[in-house]
C-alpha cells in the first residue's frame, strides 16, 4: 500500500506561482514513477506531468509546458510540481499518482495505481 497526500493548493491571481507537494508513504519511494494529473469541474481528469523514478526524465502537457516543473526529493519521498505563470484555466483539483515498482513516463491516468485525495487550485483573473 502506498499512501499519497497533496498540499500547497490555494487561491491565487493569474500570474502567480505555487509550488504543490506530494508527500508518499509506505513503500520505497523512490523505485516509483509518479505523476500529476488535474481535474477541472465538469471536464475528465487530464494528465500534467511526469518523472522517472530517479528524477532524470520529465514530460508534460502541451498546455502547462514551460510554465510548470515536476520534480522529486527521493530522500524526502517527496514529488513537488511548481506551477508558474498561472491562468485562470489552470483552475482545477490536482491530483498526484503513483505507478509501483516501475520506472518510465506515463501520461494515461490508468497506468497508475494509488492517488491521492488531491488539492485545490484555483486562479483568479
Known amino acids: 500500500q502506498v499512501q499519497l497526500v497533496e498540499s500547497g493548493g490555494g487561491l491565487v491571481q493569474a500570474g502567480d506561482s505555487l509550488r504543490l507537494s506530494c508527500a508518499a508513504s509506505?513503500?520505497?519511494?523512490?523505485?516509483?514513477?509518479m505523476g500529476w494529473f488535474r481535474q477541472a469541474p465538469g471536464k475528465e481528469r487530464e494528465f500534467v506531468a511526469a518523472i522517472t523514478w530517479s528524477g532524470g526524465n520529465t514530460f508534460y502537457a502541451g498546455s502547462v509546458k514551460g510554465r510548470f516543473t515536476i520534480s522529486r526529493d527521493n530522500a524526502k519521498n517527496t514529488v513537488y510540481l511548481l506551477t508558474d505563470s498561472l491562468k485562470p484555466e489552470d483552475t482545477a483539483v490536482y491530483y498526484c499518482?503513483?505507478?509501483?515498482?516501475?520506472?518510465?513516463?506515463?501520461?494515461?491516468?490508468?497506468?497508475?495505481?494509488?492517488w491521492g485525495q488531491g488539492t485545490q487550485v484555483t486562479v483568479s483573473s
Open positions: 499518482a503513483t505507478r509501483t515498482y516501475v520506472s518510465g513516463i506515463y501520461s494515461s491516468a490508468a497506468k497508475y495505481n494509488y
Open positions: 509506505g513503500q520505497t519511494f523512490s523505485m516509483n514513477a
